[in-house]
């Protein structure tokens, strides 16, 4: 079954802990991206990347870091989190920037 | 970079009724035009796209419109039903970027 599948679903942590987000794709999609969601904001891209090792800030990067290493991998790093990254996060795939965007299930988490 | 507003934030109707929500966009560049529907609780699903080169398409109740001129486009929805509640957010990227830029969502309800 194509998916895009993240983890972990919930997270609650404390400021400062280092903290990766995992996300990986079967369907062999060049263009990857993680969005956070917040009330009133809609959503918001954090980091994008067009391939393998080439990667690019979104509009909200402060704070996060990616790597893509492989194609179908895409891991967010959040090296210092604090209680403002407190968000529901989405990854996402597709086949080209302009094509069709799959989401994982989301991330709720939660920096105390 | 891109810019892209979207109204109203919540739009209730009735059901058999038609919604529609609009998006503006700041770059002329922009040439592709993605909706994203959004159900409580679950991630965002693309519902309908537009290219620059198209002005409108239909798919079964569901319609964009595009004036490049005036940088807008619309979503049309038609016979509502109360399974078309949910967030809509419209987006647009840029041939210029591989930012996927997000509207900050239309919440519809749709009463019986």
């Known amino acids: 079954e194509a998916q895009v599948t993240q983890n972990p679903r919930y997270l609650i942590t404390v400021t400062g802990k280092k903290l990766t987000v995992t996300c990986s794709q079967n369907?062999?999609?060049?263009?990857m991206s993680w969005y956070r969601q917040d009330p009133g904001l809609g959503l918001r891209q954090i980091y994008y990347?067009?391939?393998?090792?080439?990667?690019d800030k979104g509009d909200v990067p402060e704070g996060y870091k990616v790597s893509r290493k492989e194609k179908r991998n895409f891991p967010l790093i959040l090296e210092s989190p604090s209680p403002n990254q407190t968000s529901l996060y989405f990854c996402a795939s597709s086949l080209s920037r302009d094509a069709e965007a799959f989401f994982g299930q989301g991330t709720r988490l939660t920096v105390v | 970079g891109e810019n892209v507003e979207q109204h109203p934030s919540t739009l209730s109707v009735q059901e058999g009724d038609s919604a529609v929500i609009k998006c503006t966009y700041s770059d002329s560049a922009s040439n592709y035009f993605p909706w994203y529907k959004q159900e409580l609780g679950k991630r965002p699903q693309l519902i309908i796209d537009?290219?620059?080169?198209?002005g409108e398409k239909k798919d079964q109740r569901i319609a964009v419109t595009l004036n490049k001129t005036a940088k807008h486009f619309s979503l049309h929805i038609t016979e509502t039903q109360p399974e078309d509640s949910a967030v809509y957010f419209c987006?647009?990227?840029?041939?210029?970027?591989?930012?996927?830029?997000f509207g900050a969502g239309t919440q519809v309800v749709v009463t019986p």
């Open positions: 369907m062999n999609h060049e263009y």
């Open positions: 537009i290219r620059s080169n198209v």
């Open positions: 990347s067009m391939n393998v090792e080439v990667t």
């Open positions: 987006a647009a990227i840029s041939d210029s970027w591989g930012k996927l830029q």
